[in-house]
C-alpha cells in the first residue's frame, strides 16, 4: 500500500496481508500463494472507515483469479488493520510506492462500476468543498447493493424522443435563448423566476426533453416527493415512461437500486428526484436542474453536509453543462450567480407578470376585526374575511397558510420591527435562559448589549416577537359554517385539492394545488415567519408566501392574497409588487455588508465546551479568518456553562477552500490520536443561531 506525500506524518494503521498471503512474488516457485495479475496488478482502493486521516487510497495486489472482475468503479472487500471492510476500487496501476509487501484483494463484491470516474471526480470536489472524506460523498452518491436487483437484464435504452415545442418558454424574453443553447449544446447558466399559475412542471420537462433529444441527459432535483411526481409525470408525458427514472426516498432499497442502475447504464436519461438525486450517474449530462434552491429539504443532514444548489454547480462546471436554479423566489445565493456574470436572469416582463399575479393586500398588525362574531373569535381581518368570502362564494377553494409551531423566540425593535442584532458582530440578540428579564446578548459571541439601540429608527425598546399559531381550522369552520375544512400539514400532506368550495389549511411547504387556481390565499400570523432568529428569516418567508400565493387565481379571475403583516416591510413589499429579484438584491447586499453567508464562507464547530476549545486552539486558519464565540447551545447552570457550545469562524468566499482544508486537517488530527469527545464541525450551516 502506498502512503502519499500529502500524508500525515502521524502513523496510519497499515491493512494487514490477507491471509495466507506472503507478499507479491511474481515467482510460482511456492506452489498455493496467490499471485498477482499479470497486467496492472496494483489496485487503488478507498476504504469504507469514516475516519478523516485515512481519507486517501490504499494499495493493494490484485490476484490473477480477480483480474478479470477488479475493474475501476466496482465493490471490493479488502483485509483493512486486521478486519474485513468494503471498499470501492478507484484504479489499477502498474506499480505502488509503498516499500513493504502488498494485501491481495479479498473479493470483487461486483463488477458492476457503481463509480465511474466522473461520479468519483464529483464526490471528491464535494469533499474538498465542505471539509468532509470521500467515503462520506460516497455513501451519499451510491445506493448500498442489492444483488438480485443487480442480478436482472439491464434494461434497453430508451429510444431517443422527438423535440418538443417550448413556446411556453415565450412568456420569459430570455426563455427561447436558453432552450436554443439546450438544443445547440452549448452551456448557458439561468437563474429562472417562474410566473404565478406557471405550469413549471410542464417547463422543466420541456428543457430536458430538449436535452435528451440532442443526446444527452438530464437531471432535476426537487424538494419533496410531490414536486418529484408532478415533473415526472410531465416527463413522461412528452419523453416517454422509459426515458424518466423518479428516485426518490420512498422508494425501497431494491426499487431504487434498479432504478438507479438504469440510469448508470444509460437505459434512461432524465433524472428526476430530490436531494440523492444531485449524484445521480447520468450519461454526458447536458442539463442540471434544482426548483426551490431555498428550501431546506435540499441541505442534506448527513456529513458532510451538502447543498444541491452548490453540488450541481460543480457538477455543470465540471462537465461543461448548462444549470437552471428555478423557483417562484430568488435566494441570496442565486442573486450572488446572477451579480458575479456566471448566470443570467431568465424573467418575464411585468405587463406579462400583471396579468398573472393575483392582488395582494397586506393587513398589518393593527388590523380591523371582522364584525362575525365566529370570524372575531379567530382574530380573523375583517379584509380576509372579505376575501375568503367570495373565493368562496366564486365556487373556489380558499388557501389558508398558519405557521408551524416551535418557532426561536427572538427579539426585535419595539418601535420598527427590525430584528435586535449585535454590534459588535450583527448576530441576533437573544435574552439569557428565554426569559422575558435580563440583559440581552448575542447568539453567535455572547456579548451582552445592556445600552441596545435600533439601527433603523433609534429606539432603545425591545420587544419579543410572536411564536407560532393559536388559530384551527375548528374556528375557522366556526366562522364559515357549511363550509368543509380541510388540513394539510404534518403527518397527512394533501397533494391536490378540486375546485369546489373549500378551506384548505396548510402549513408552510405543504400547501396542495387546487384543481383551476385558489379562489383567494390567507397568509396568517406573518410576525411568526418574519421573527424567527434565523439569517434567512425574511427570505424564507418570501419563499413560503410566494409558493402560497403562486396556487392562486390571477387578479382578473378575483384570485386574492390577504397577507398578515405591515406593508412597510421590504418583504410584504416584494409579495406586493411581486418582485423577489428586488428582494434579493436588498439582502445580498445586507449579507455583504454584515458579514454574512453567501458574502462570506461559514464553519461552526459544535460540541462540549472544551472539544470546543480544544479544536479552536489547534486549527490552523487563513489569516483572514474571524472567531465568533464559543456561545452556549441550550441551557445554562448556575456557573454559566452549558453542556453543549459552539464557534463560528467566518472567511472571505476566496478563502473557503482553505477553511475547508482547515477543518478536515484538525478533524483528522482529532481522529489519529482517538479523541473520544466529538466535535461536529459544518461548513456553510443553514442554521446560523
Same mark, same amino acid.
Request: charged share 25%; with cysteine; hydrophobic share 45%.
Given at each position: 500500500?502506498?502512503?502519499?506525500?500529502?500524508?500525515?506524518?502521524?502513523?496510519?494503521?497499515?491493512?494487514?496481508?490477507?491471509? !495466507?498471503?506472503?507478499?507479491?512474488?511474481?515467482?510460482?516457485?511456492?506452489?498455493?500463494?496467490?499471485?498477482?495479475?499479470?497486467?496492472?496488478?496494483?489496485?487503488?482502493?478507498?476504504?469504507? %472507515?469514516?475516519?478523516?486521516?485515512?481519507?486517501?487510497?490504499?494499495?493493494?495486489?490484485?490476484?490473477?483469479?480477480?483480474?478479470?472482475?477488479?475493474?475501476?468503479?466496482?465493490?471490493?472487500?479488502?483485509?483493512?488493520?486486521?478486519?474485513?471492510?468494503?471498499?470501492?476500487?478507484?484504479?489499477?496501476?502498474?506499480?505502488?510506492?509503498?516499500?513493504?509487501?502488498?494485501?491481495?484483494?479479498?473479493?470483487?463484491?461486483?463488477?458492476?462500476?457503481?463509480?465511474?470516474?466522473?461520479?468519483?471526480?464529483?464526490?471528491?470536489?464535494?469533499?474538498?468543498?465542505?471539509?468532509?472524506?470521500?467515503?462520506?460523498?460516497?455513501?451519499?452518491?451510491?445506493?448500498?447493493?442489492?444483488?438480485?436487483?443487480?442480478?436482472?437484464?439491464?434494461?434497453?435504452?430508451?429510444?431517443?424522443?422527438?423535440?418538443?415545442?417550448?413556446?411556453?418558454?415565450?412568456?420569459?424574453?430570455?426563455?427561447?435563448?436558453?432552450?436554443?443553447?439546450?438544443?445547440? !449544446?452549448?452551456?448557458?447558466?439561468?437563474?429562472?423566476?417562474?410566473?404565478?399559475?406557471?405550469?413549471?412542471?410542464?417547463?422543466?420537462?420541456?428543457?430536458?426533453?430538449?436535452?435528451?433529444?440532442?443526446?444527452?441527459?438530464?437531471?432535476?432535483?426537487?424538494?419533496?416527493?410531490?414536486?418529484?411526481?408532478?415533473?415526472?409525470?410531465?416527463?413522461?408525458?412528452?419523453?416517454?415512461?422509459?426515458?424518466?427514472?423518479?428516485?426518490?426516498?420512498?422508494?425501497?432499497?431494491?426499487?431504487?437500486?434498479?432504478?438507479?442502475?438504469?440510469?448508470?447504464?444509460?437505459?434512461?436519461?432524465?433524472?428526476?428526484?430530490?436531494?440523492?438525486?444531485?449524484?445521480?450517474?447520468?450519461?454526458?449530462?447536458?442539463?442540471?436542474?434544482?426548483?426551490?434552491?431555498?428550501?431546506?429539504?435540499?441541505?442534506?443532514?448527513?456529513?458532510?453536509?451538502?447543498?444541491?444548489?452548490?453540488?450541481?454547480?460543480?457538477?455543470?462546471?465540471?462537465?461543461?453543462?448548462?444549470?437552471?436554479?428555478?423557483?417562484?423566489?430568488?435566494?441570496?445565493?442565486?442573486?450572488?450567480?446572477?451579480?458575479?456574470?456566471?448566470?443570467?436572469?431568465?424573467?418575464?416582463?411585468?405587463?406579462?407578470?400583471?396579468?398573472?399575479?393575483?392582488?395582494?393586500?397586506?393587513?398589518?398588525?393593527?388590523?380591523?376585526?371582522?364584525?362575525?362574531?365566529?370570524?372575531?373569535?379567530?382574530?380573523?381581518?375583517?379584509?380576509?374575511?372579505?376575501?375568503?368570502?367570495?373565493?368562496?362564494?366564486?365556487?373556489?377553494?380558499?388557501?389558508?397558510?398558519?405557521?408551524?409551531?416551535?418557532?426561536?423566540?427572538?427579539?426585535?425593535?419595539?418601535?420598527?420591527?427590525?430584528?435586535?442584532?449585535?454590534?459588535?458582530?450583527?448576530?441576533?440578540?437573544?435574552?439569557?435562559?428565554?426569559?422575558?428579564?435580563?440583559?440581552?446578548?448575542?447568539?453567535?459571541?455572547?456579548?451582552?448589549?445592556?445600552?441596545?439601540?435600533?439601527?433603523?429608527?433609534?429606539?432603545?425598546?425591545?420587544?419579543?416577537?410572536?411564536? !407560532?399559531?393559536?388559530?384551527?381550522?375548528?374556528?375557522?369552520?366556526?366562522?364559515?359554517?357549511?363550509?368543509?375544512?380541510?388540513?394539510?400539514?404534518?403527518?397527512?400532506?394533501?397533494?391536490?385539492?378540486?375546485?369546489?368550495?373549500?378551506?384548505?389549511?396548510?402549513?408552510?411547504?405543504?400547501?396542495?394545488?387546487?384543481?383551476?387556481?385558489?379562489?383567494?390565499?390567507?397568509?396568517?400570523?406573518?410576525?411568526?415567519?418574519?421573527?424567527?432568529?434565523?439569517?434567512?428569516?425574511?427570505?424564507?418567508?418570501?419563499?413560503?408566501?410566494?409558493?402560497?400565493?403562486?396556487?392562486?387565481?390571477?387578479?382578473?379571475?378575483?384570485?386574492?392574497?390577504?397577507?398578515?403583516?405591515?406593508?412597510?416591510?421590504?418583504?410584504?413589499?416584494?409579495? %406586493?409588487?411581486?418582485?423577489? !429579484?428586488?428582494?434579493?438584491?436588498?439582502?445580498?447586499?445586507?449579507?455583504?455588508?454584515?458579514?454574512?453567508?453567501?458574502?462570506?464562507?461559514?464553519?461552526?464547530?459544535?460540541?462540549?465546551?472544551?472539544?470546543?476549545?480544544?479544536?479552536?486552539?489547534?486549527?490552523?486558519?487563513?489569516?483572514?479568518?474571524?472567531?465568533?464565540?464559543?456561545?452556549?447551545?441550550?441551557?445554562?447552570?448556575?456557573?454559566?456553562?452549558?453542556?453543549?457550545?459552539?464557534?463560528?469562524?467566518?472567511?472571505?468566499?476566496?478563502?473557503?477552500?482553505?477553511?475547508?482544508?482547515?477543518?478536515?486537517?484538525?478533524?483528522?488530527?482529532?481522529?489519529?490520536?482517538?479523541?473520544?469527545?466529538?466535535?461536529?464541525?459544518?461548513?456553510?450551516?443553514?442554521?446560523?443561531?
Amino acid at each position: 500500500m502506498s502512503r502519499p506525500e500529502t500524508a500525515p506524518l502521524w502513523d496510519l494503521p497499515q491493512p494487514k496481508p490477507a491471509k !495466507g498471503a506472503r507478499g507479491g512474488s511474481n515467482s510460482g516457485s511456492n506452489k498455493g500463494q496467490r499471485q498477482p495479475a499479470e497486467s496492472d496488478p496494483v489496485a487503488r482502493v478507498i476504504v469504507d %472507515v469514516p475516519l478523516a486521516h485515512l481519507d486517501r487510497t490504499f494499495d493493494y495486489h490484485v490476484p490473477r483469479e480477480l483480474d478479470a472482475a477488479a475493474v475501476p468503479g466496482c465493490r471490493v472487500r479488502v483485509r483493512f488493520a486486521g478486519q474485513l471492510v468494503d471498499g470501492f476500487l478507484l484504479e489499477r496501476a502498474a506499480t505502488t510506492e509503498h516499500q513493504g509487501k502488498l494485501a491481495f484483494l479479498e473479493r470483487v463484491t461486483s463488477s458492476e462500476q457503481v463509480l465511474p470516474p466522473a461520479l468519483a471526480a464529483l464526490c471528491r470536489s464535494v469533499a474538498q468543498r465542505y471539509g468532509g472524506t470521500l467515503i462520506d460523498v460516497l455513501r451519499l452518491a451510491v445506493p448500498p447493493r442489492h444483488a438480485k436487483a443487480e442480478a436482472e437484464p439491464p434494461r434497453a435504452p430508451a429510444p431517443t424522443p422527438a423535440e418538443p415545442p417550448v413556446t411556453g418558454w415565450n412568456r420569459y424574453p430570455w426563455g427561447p435563448a436558453f432552450a436554443d443553447a439546450l438544443r445547440a !449544446g452549448r452551456a448557458a447558466h439561468a437563474v429562472w423566476q417562474a410566473l404565478p399559475g406557471e405550469d413549471w412542471p410542464a417547463r422543466l420537462a420541456e428543457l430536458a426533453t430538449t436535452v435528451v433529444a440532442a443526446g444527452k441527459g438530464a437531471v432535476l432535483v426537487l424538494p419533496d416527493h410531490r414536486d418529484v411526481a408532478r415533473v415526472h409525470a410531465a416527463c413522461a408525458a412528452l419523453a416517454g415512461a422509459d426515458a424518466v427514472v423518479a428516485l426518490s426516498a420512498d422508494l425501497g432499497p431494491a426499487e431504487r437500486y434498479r432504478r438507479w442502475l438504469a440510469v448508470l447504464r444509460g437505459a434512461a436519461r432524465i433524472v428526476v428526484g430530490t436531494r440523492a438525486a444531485m449524484f445521480a450517474p447520468v450519461a454526458d449530462p447536458g442539463l442540471f436542474v434544482v426548483w426551490d434552491d431555498g428550501d431546506d429539504l435540499h441541505a442534506d443532514p448527513h456529513m458532510p453536509y451538502p447543498q444541491v444548489r452548490d453540488v450541481l454547480v460543480l457538477r455543470a462546471h465540471a462537465a461543461s453543462a448548462s444549470v437552471l436554479i428555478a423557483g417562484h423566489t430568488r435566494t441570496a445565493e442565486a442573486q450572488l450567480l446572477l451579480e458575479s456574470g456566471w448566470a443570467h436572469p431568465i424573467v418575464a416582463a411585468r405587463e406579462e407578470l400583471r396579468a398573472c399575479a393575483p392582488r395582494v393586500t397586506p393587513t398589518g398588525e393593527d388590523f380591523d376585526v371582522a364584525r362575525d362574531e365566529a370570524a372575531r373569535a379567530a382574530r380573523l381581518p375583517a379584509v380576509a374575511f372579505e376575501a375568503a368570502r367570495a373565493g368562496l362564494a366564486a365556487g373556489a377553494p380558499v388557501l389558508v397558510q398558519v405557521p408551524r409551531r416551535g418557532y426561536v423566540p427572538g427579539l426585535a425593535c419595539a418601535r420598527c420591527r427590525t430584528p435586535a442584532r449585535c454590534r459588535r458582530c450583527a448576530g441576533p440578540l437573544m435574552l439569557p435562559g428565554g426569559g422575558e428579564a435580563g440583559v440581552p446578548r448575542c447568539r453567535w459571541c455572547g456579548v451582552a448589549d445592556a445600552a441596545y439601540r435600533c439601527g433603523t429608527c433609534g429606539s432603545g425598546r425591545l420587544r419579543a416577537v410572536v411564536v !407560532g399559531a393559536k388559530r384551527t381550522a375548528e374556528e375557522l369552520g366556526r366562522a364559515f359554517p357549511g363550509v368543509a375544512v380541510r388540513t394539510s400539514g404534518g403527518g397527512e400532506v394533501l397533494a391536490g385539492v378540486p375546485a369546489k368550495p373549500s378551506l384548505v389549511v396548510a402549513t408552510p411547504g405543504a400547501e396542495p394545488v387546487a384543481e383551476g387556481g385558489y379562489g383567494a390565499a390567507l397568509l396568517l400570523d406573518g410576525w411568526a415567519l418574519l421573527g424567527r432568529q434565523d439569517l434567512r428569516a425574511a427570505e424564507e418567508t418570501l419563499r413560503r408566501w410566494m409558493a402560497a400565493a403562486a396556487l392562486v387565481r390571477p387578479a382578473r379571475a378575483g384570485g386574492r392574497v390577504v397577507v398578515g403583516a405591515d406593508a412597510a416591510i421590504p418583504v410584504v413589499q416584494a409579495l %406586493v409588487r411581486w418582485d423577489p !429579484g428586488w428582494h434579493a438584491e436588498l439582502e445580498l447586499a445586507d449579507r455583504k455588508e454584515l458579514g454574512f453567508p453567501p458574502a462570506v464562507r461559514m464553519a461552526s464547530a459544535e460540541g462540549t465546551p472544551d472539544a470546543v476549545a480544544a479544536l479552536l486552539d489547534e486549527i490552523t486558519l487563513p489569516e483572514s479568518a474571524e472567531v465568533l464565540g464559543p456561545v452556549p447551545l441550550g441551557e445554562v447552570d448556575a456557573d454559566g456553562r452549558a453542556e453543549r457550545e459552539r464557534a463560528l469562524v467566518r472567511v472571505p468566499r476566496a478563502e473557503g477552500r482553505a477553511l475547508a482544508a482547515a477543518a478536515h486537517a484538525v478533524n483528522a488530527l482529532r481522529n489519529a490520536r482517538k479523541e473520544t469527545d466529538p466535535v461536529r464541525i459544518q461548513l456553510d450551516p443553514l442554521d446560523l443561531v
